[in-house]
């Protein structure tokens, strides 16, 4: 058995820690407080979380299962989906465009991806994935950002919220950032800041990964986390669509939602 040594954004030895087992999380708000210079209180809202729900709080010892948690709704949302596929596949040049189709209508499924991977994800890099994404999925954003401003049964807003996707940096990242923004209050250094912090966190199972990255013809690149990828997303926004409202409201989502949003986390 091999230990991997874990450079963690976190205080192991604090008796707060998120969890031993699980890489890569954090309190975004307590994470971008702490960075601006503010003091979170994050234990005394999930105190008063559980005094309104009725529910005692857990014990402090980070070994519950999702699934144990009460009040909990799970909702899953792919940020790479079919929209996203079909913006690859037009970047392709016509006869790996045919050729993808033909392979994947005769099976070859990981060969295709393979030839997406090395003729169009790699030139494009995180950064123009990233850009990608946005533009191609703005259904699936729209229905994030919807979800981040919908009630519960009992009128109550659905926070806390736990956003994950594979590696918790790409999708994860770009809707976290998205978030940030909106606010309209936290500094592009403290974003940024809060982005790379989750490439430390990924060492542990950087090998790992980079076995299946290798098969898409991608390089280790893949699994960094590039301190210009917040401003290069933050000007396509405000460049394309004059800003991230401008965005959310051209995919969609309505301003008193939005308003519901930013109340809620500037709170």
Same mark, same amino acid.
């Given at each position: 058995m091999?230990s991997?040594?874990r450079s963690s954004?976190?205080d192991?030895?604090?008796?707060?820690?998120p969890?031993d087992?699980?890489?890569n999380?954090?309190d975004?708000?307590r994470?971008?407080?702490?960075?601006?210079g503010?003091?979170p209180?994050?234990q005394m809202a999930? #105190?008063?979380? &559980?005094?309104?729900s009725?529910? #005692?709080?857990?014990?402090?010892?980070?070994?519950d &299962?999702l699934?144990?948690?009460?009040h909990?709704?799970?909702?899953?949302?792919?940020?790479?989906?079919k %929209?996203?596929e079909?913006?690859?596949?037009w970047?392709?040049?016509?006869?790996?465009?045919?050729?993808?189709?033909?392979? #994947?209508?005769?099976g070859y499924?990981?060969?295709?991806?393979?030839i997406?991977?090395?003729?169009? !994800?790699s030139?494009?890099g995180?950064?123009?994935?990233?850009?990608?994404m946005l533009?191609s999925s703005? #259904?699936e954003?729209?229905e994030v950002?919807?979800?981040? %401003?919908?009630?519960?049964?009992?009128?109550?807003?659905?926070?806390?919220v736990?956003v &994950?996707?594979t590696?918790g940096?790409?999708?994860t990242?770009?809707v976290?950032l !998205?978030?940030?923004?909106?606010?309209?209050v936290?500094?592009?250094?403290? !974003?940024?800041?809060?982005y790379?912090?989750?490439?430390p966190?990924?060492?542990v199972?950087?090998e790992?990964?980079?076995?299946?990255?290798?098969?898409l013809g991608?390089?280790?690149?893949y699994?960094?986390c590039?301190?210009?990828?917040?401003m290069e997303?933050?000007?396509?926004?405000?460049?394309?669509?004059?800003?991230?409202?401008g965005?959310?409201r051209?995919?969609?989502?309505?301003?008193?939602k939005?308003?519901?949003i930013?109340?809620?986390?500037?709170?």
């Amino acid at each position: 058995m091999t230990s991997h040594p874990r450079s963690s954004s976190v205080d192991l030895d604090s008796p707060d820690r998120p969890f031993d087992n699980i890489i890569n999380f954090r309190d975004v708000g307590r994470s971008i407080n702490r960075l601006m210079g503010k003091k979170p209180e994050h234990q005394m809202a999930t #105190a008063k979380l &559980h005094a309104e729900s009725g529910t #005692a709080a857990p014990p402090n010892i980070n070994t519950d &299962h999702l699934f144990q948690l009460p009040h909990v709704r799970r909702q899953l949302i792919n940020l790479t989906g079919k %929209a996203f596929e079909r913006s690859l596949l037009w970047r392709l040049d016509w006869w790996n465009f045919f050729k993808v189709l033909a392979l #994947a209508a005769s099976g070859y499924r990981d060969d295709a991806v393979v030839i997406v991977g090395q003729q169009v !994800m790699s030139p494009r890099g995180l950064v123009g994935l990233g850009l990608d994404m946005l533009d191609s999925s703005t #259904a699936e954003m729209r229905e994030v950002f919807e979800l981040f %401003a919908s009630q519960n049964g009992g009128g109550d807003r659905t926070y806390p919220v736990l956003v &994950h996707c594979t590696q918790g940096k790409d999708r994860t990242g770009l809707v976290v950032l !998205m978030l940030l923004l909106l606010t309209g209050v936290v500094s592009d250094e403290a !974003m940024t800041a809060d982005y790379v912090r989750s490439e430390p966190e990924l060492v542990v199972e950087a090998e790992e990964r980079m076995k299946e990255i290798r098969k898409l013809g991608l390089s280790e690149d893949y699994i960094k986390c590039p301190d210009r990828f917040i401003m290069e997303i933050r000007r396509h926004l405000d460049e394309r669509y004059g800003g991230v409202e401008g965005y959310l409201r051209f995919a969609g989502v309505e301003k008193k939602k939005l308003d519901v949003i930013r109340e809620t986390l500037v709170a």
